[in-house]
């Protein structure tokens, strides 16, 4: 393993006890002899000092921001205490380190406040995933999908699968097609919604089903809608009008009561 623990696993409790750690340098900061860094993975940030020991190999290999960082050492209480996260009443103590992979400098800082635009976050997506406020979107849109799969999960509904690629039938929004291969001059549409199979599925009998799954209509955008979005998709038989507010109000109190703790 290239790693003990997590950048945001290690506390007072961990005290002299050797880890290794890896992640992203998020900053470096040099102070006289020694040097402090920022260690950033997807759990949280640990500080790492540097001592004067290992100038040398700092000065033959410099460390810049999002260097990807292996180190080795021992976690001791830090003087100087950051109460603003989690893992700020440590730091390590570095004893050894590998530079697992080097970085040019980024474009924008990987930062809730960050200096880069939407283009240019966009051109270069996979740092702009590293930064917590994305990162805490996608948390959330997870937390969210979890709580709703165990809810419905838990009231006997199946979660099944429905093709992507479908005929295209006559609705209203127009369909995204794709060309097959196999059948010169004919073609797959993606589909505007699993409302055909989920219909096929009740008479089948299975009278509970639901899925989370993307749906996809060309159309002109619209506040609520893009060419391709996310949808929970539900069905129940034998029920009435009651029974379905009853279920689904039920399963928006649960997913606030896990996500939010209301």
Not at 20 to 31: D, H, I, P, Y
Not at 43 to 65: D, K, M, W
Request: aromatic share 10%; charged share 25%.
């Amino acid at each position: 393993m290239y790693r003990t623990h997590t950048c945001g696993q290690l506390r007072l409790t961990d005290i002299n006890t050797t880890v290794t750690l890896a992640g992203w340098v998020q900053t470096v900061r040099k102070f006289g002899s020694i040097t402090f860094v920022d260690l950033r993975d997807r759990y949280g940030i640990t500080q790492l000092l540097f001592s004067e020991s290992l100038n040398t190999a700092l000065e033959a290999n410099p460390l810049g921001r999002e260097f990807v960082l292996q180190i080795k050492g021992i976690v001791n209480e830090r003087s100087n205490k950051n109460n603003q996260i989690p893992t700020g009443e440590i730091e390590i103590n570095v004893a050894s380190f590998n530079i697992l992979n080097k970085s040019v400098v980024p474009p924008f800082t990987i930062q809730d406040d960050t200096d880069g635009g939407d283009d240019l976050r966009m051109k270069y997506r996979y740092l702009d995933l590293r930064r917590n406020a994305i990162k805490k979107n996608i948390e959330l849109r997870y937390a969210v999908n979890r709580s709703a799969r165990n809810y419905l999960h838990q009231n006997n509904f199946m979660d099944i699968e429905t093709p992507f690629l479908i005929k295209s039938t006559p609705e209203g929004a127009r369909d995204f097609v794709v060309p097959s291969r196999m059948n010169a001059g004919q073609f797959y549409a993606l589909p505007q919604s699993p409302q055909t199979f989920k219909q096929l599925l009740m008479v089948s009998g299975y009278d509970r089903y639901y899925q989370i799954v993307k749906c996809f209509r060309d159309e002109d955008l619209r506040a609520d809608r893009q060419p391709e979005f996310t949808q929970i998709d539900c069905e129940m038989a034998f029920v009435e009008q009651e029974d379905i507010l009853n279920m689904f109000e039920g399963l928006v109190k649960q997913i606030f009561k896990d996500v939010k703790k209301y």
